[in-house]
């Protein structure tokens, strides 16, 4: 049984804000705003996680309304996304998410996105694909006003009891 969902999310780049995309740290002149950390890549994979078992998005499970979720570790939301799935039936058979970011060069990060993410997923770097694209100097991610994260991830039913 295979059920597949996608995610996607933006969040506006500011002055003092951390740059945090896959859980790095990116050192960057500008970051991401946001209620958590902003990371837009993980908020992405989670959208495309519950989406995929028609269970809602993050905004459902982590409303950013919430004391708690201010300043939150998206790595963490992810793990609870993860147990979310499990407590479904369901684990990652893969995911597929792109970054699209004017600035700054991604590909030097890419890696250790991927092995974050798998860690915390509790599978194989091989079934986490991280890729990053500009926009060409067009619309919002090419003017560096924001950047934005897509994601496609594959559930499959956990054949454990
Ligand atoms: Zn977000």
Redesign the pocket.
Known sequence: MFRIGHGY?V?KLVEGRKLILGGVDIPHNVGLL?H?D?D?LI?AVMDAMLGALALGDIGRHFPDTAEEYKGADSMKLLERVTNICRESGYIIGNIDATVIAQAPKLAPHIETMRHNIAQVCGCDISQISVKATTEEKLGFTGEKLGISAHAVALMIKDEQP
């Open positions: 999310d969040h946001g958590s902003a837009v908020h």
